[in-house]
């Protein structure tokens, strides 16, 4: 392969909506160049392959062979993706691969398996772990201004206008089910807040009328005591679309707006200490919403406000934590809003491109790795399960070796 003095050659293969979203949101990485553009539909490829003077292939074959191809990028339907992820390794190709990983356990495995014999990085478009917000809420917890992550909570009432009856996502054999194609952003999200791997999971599945099932809920417990609940509904219209992530940490509470984050408001108790460290926050704002790879917009925030003695200062408790917080925060995270949902996106696709290429040069693990796409896969598989069989599922842990019980 290319080094990175000379450039990544990058192949697309899936010249749908998706995977032209890829390629505008990469191609202007440093040392990155499309060569290639593969569809079944070659007339479709060929449009994406003009706009970047790329050459033209039928099939993930066809790109795994090329010699002149570093990284391949997949955006095919969720179906094909763990058979032209293995294709690719296989080649020693660096893998992008979108979301899910696969459509079940023992092909999300197999993906796992095949990167660690393989010459080539794999990242899983799991694009929450390169969002500026939740990195900085995790970078709170490890500085101790937040306690560890007990309980995420998460509601999505999506937009359905767009899927009509035939629609692909409806069908589980192409798209895996509700949980499969779009739960695991979030159950990543919460094993990456949670840094923990949940070892149970009940699931709750409901049908339209004489349709499909288009709402589904998840609850996962973690070790510690910790809960993680999801709920997906693809019910609505675009205007009235609408998402809410809810994090307990005990002493405080975050609220995150967007299913790509873009706003947040933490309230938290702590004392005079504490209070000193939280107003320092505005300051650092760069520094704690850096992302390799993202580049920010410059109109991002990070307000604090602090009203001292808003409460006693004798010590209060709960869950056994007992401490003197006297003093109430309210701190405001704002990534630019609804406006910047698209920005924001868009540059955390880049970032887990950069991560992806930084890990090829120089070493060491993505952050979201096969491990991560296995895991979430493995997640959603069993809520859909459990959903299905009315009993809870116990999955077994690390949740490495496909099997659940």
Known sequence: MTS?????RVALVGCGAFGTFVLDAIHDIPALRVVACADADRGRAQVLADRYGAAVHASVAEVAAATDVDVVVLATPPAAHADAAVTALRAGKHVFCEKPMALGVADAARVEAE???SRGVFVIDHVLRYNPLLRLLKRLEEERLLD????FAFENDASDEDLGPGHWFWDPAYSG???????????????????????QVQGTEVRRAEGPVDIVVATAVHPG????THTHSFTHAHRAERQLMRLDYGFAEARVTGWIPTRATITAWTDEAGAVRWEALPARAAELLAVDGL?????ERVTVSV??????????RGRGVSRSVPHRVECVVDLGGEDRKQYVYTESVRAAMADLLHCAEHGGTPQADATAGLTAVAVADAATRSARSGRTVTLTAPVLDGAAR
């Open 148 to 151: 560890p992550l007990r309980r």
């Open 295 to 299: 580049r920010p917009h410059g109109q």
């Open 4 to 8: 990175g003095r000379t450039g990544r």
């Open 177 to 199: 089910g509700i949980q499969i194609e779009h739960g695991v952003h979030f159950f990543d999200a919460a094993n990456a807040l949670m840094g923990s791997v949940p070892f």
């Open 115 to 117: 990167t660690r014999g």
């Open 225 to 228: 005591g910790a809960v993680a």
């Open 307 to 316: 009203t001292r003695d808003a409460g006693s200062a004798e010590p209060a």
